[in-house]
């Protein structure tokens, strides 16, 4: 089945510093790669998503990247603020019936003023 | 629409004791989702229903039965529940494949 990595564990970056989160999957059939945000006590939310057709995708300050060669995928943030901080958790899943998201362990980014 | 809505909030059970974690979605979704999530190990598929009739165990199913009610339920059952099934249990669901998932709220559970 699919095994997704995540690094870093922590992340802690200064108010208006880029941050970079990465992931590496093992399943070649994974095909969607979403990233979801989470505070504290409350629910994931998806924050982004990407498809193996593209390579980027951009949301305002939020960009993702996919390699399907190398099997990684990254989440970009720039210009960071203080309610960036959160745990952020990337995923995959193949695009057919019977699959499921398989998450990695999460990263926790702390962002100070 | 409420969404994805798990019961209940909160519970505390004793060894060996047995319990149901109730899931419902409103949004006429195919697939229904079980993850538990413990500090330091992200969310881990526990049991996955990719449409009604169906489940499927993920990552972690021993300890866990569920039932696929009808397309809006999805229950997860603890017969005899432990401390390591102290955990937060969320429930969530999917339209098409690939789209985008939907939490619950999350249950926290404890077992002493």
């Known amino acids: 089945g699919e095994n997704v990595e995540q690094h870093p564990s922590t992340l802690s970056v200064q108010e208006g510093d880029s941050a970079v989160i990465k992931c590496t999957y093992s399943?070649?059939?994974?095909?969607?790669f979403p990233w979801y945000k989470q505070e504290l006590g409350k629910r994931p939310q998806l924050i982004i998503d990407?498809?193996?057709?593209?390579g980027e995708k951009k949301d305002q300050r939020i960009a993702v990247t996919l390699n399907k060669t190398a099997k990684h995928f990254s989440l970009h943030i720039t210009e960071t603020q203080p309610e960036d901080s959160a745990v952020y958790f990337c995923?995959?899943?193949?695009?057919?019936?019977?699959?499921?998201?398989?998450f990695g362990k999460g990263t926790t980014l702390s962002v100070s003023s | 629409n409420a969404g994805v809505t798990q019961t209940p909030k909160f519970q505390v059970l004793k060894t060996g004791q047995s319990m149901t974690l109730q899931c419902a979605q409103d949004?006429?979704?195919?697939?229904m989702y079980w993850y538990r999530q413990d500090p330091g190990m992200g969310l881990r598929l526990i049991y996955y229903?990719?449409?009604?009739?169906?489940?499927d165990k993920g990552e972690v199913p021993n300890g866990y039965n569920v039932s696929r009610l009808n397309k809006r339920e999805f229950s997860l059952r603890l017969e005899s529940a432990a401390p390591s099934q102290t955990s937060v249990y969320f429930c969530?669901?999917?339209?098409?494949?690939?789209?985008?998932?939907?939490f619950g709220n999350g249950t926290r559970l404890t077992v002493t």
């Open positions: 990407i498809r193996s057709n593209v």
């Open positions: 969530a669901s999917m339209g098409n494949y690939n789209s985008p998932l939907h």
């Open positions: 949004m006429n979704h195919n697939s």
């Open positions: 995923a995959a899943s193949a695009n057919q019936a019977g699959t499921a998201l398989i």
């Open positions: 399943d070649s059939a994974s095909n969607y």
């Open positions: 229903s990719a449409s009604e009739g169906t489940t």
